[in-house]
T-cell receptor
Framework: IAGITQAPTSQILAAGRRMTLRCTQDMRHNAMYWYRQDLGLGLRLIHYSNTAGTTGKGEVPDGYSVSRANTDDFPLTLASAVPSQTSVYFC????????????FGEGSRLTVL | KNEVEQSPQNLTAQEGEFITINCSYSVGISALHWLQQHPGGGIVSLFMLSSGKKKHGRLIATINIQEKHSSLHITASHPRDSAVYICALVPNTGNQFYFGTGTSLTVIP
């Protein structure tokens, strides 16, 4: 079934550890996004990519990095996790940046202790 | 900052009722999305619209660009409609979407 796959679905992590959340889509979408969802705050954009090879910062990029080596994959890395990064992370894609329907992954619940 | 406001925050309805969820915003936009998030977390796109009205089954979305307002209507509501409904803006400038904090809908049998 076409769509977006995120991994892991859930992770508990010690503060200071490095963590990579994986995101893969098979729809050949150009644009991909990483959001975090926190209670009462709604979805907030961390990083985005208009097309393979390019990335950009969103609203809350500090402490996170991304790469877009190819069309399908858009991993999100926490270089040194902190408790404030405890959140639910969603990867999303659309055919073109800022246009087209948004498709979301199932989310990755991350707890940093 | 509150570029997008949704109302109500919480809504409880009896099965069969007509439901309206509102989204007001303060920036110029090129499009607006309505999203649905069920308990358990998955997010699904319901509509993307830039003008007028769209209908899909029992769901209707409208937008008034001049008044900076959109509504999501659910006709003949059903318990399976229970979810959080999120409004998301595509502003005319910049690279970000702006998301509302969502309306939590519970439909009671």
């Amino acid at each position: 079934i076409a769509g977006i796959t995120q991994a892991p679905t859930s992770q508990i992590l010690a503060a200071g550890r490095r963590m990579t959340l994986r995101c893969t889509q098979d729809m050949r979408h150009n644009a991909m996004y990483w959001y975090r969802q926190d209670l009462g705050l709604g979805l907030r954009l961390i990083h985005y990519s208009n097309t393979a090879g390019t990335t950009g910062k969103g609203e809350v990029p500090d402490g996170y990095s991304v790469s877009r080596a190819n069309t399908d994959d858009f991993p999100l890395t926490l270089a040194s996790a902190v408790p404030s990064q405890t959140s639910v992370y969603f990867c999303a894609s659309s055919a073109w940046h800022r246009t087209g329907e948004l498709f979301f992954g199932e989310g990755s619940r991350l707890t940093v202790l | 900052k509150n570029e997008v406001e949704q109302s109500p925050q919480n809504l409880t309805a009896q099965e069969g009722e007509f439901i309206t969820i509102n989204c007001s915003y303060s920036v110029g936009i090129s499009a607006l999305h309505w999203l649905q998030q069920h308990p358990g977390g998955g997010i699904v796109s319901l509509f993307m619209l830039s003008s007028g009205k769209k209908k899909h089954g029992r769901l209707i979305a409208t937008i008034n660009i001049q008044e900076k307002h959109s509504s999501l209507h659910i006709t003949a509501s059903h318990p399976r409609d229970s979810a959080v409904y999120i409004c998301a803006l595509v502003p005319n400038t910049g690279n970000q979407f702006y998301f509302g904090t969502g309306t939590s809908l519970t439909v009671i049998p």
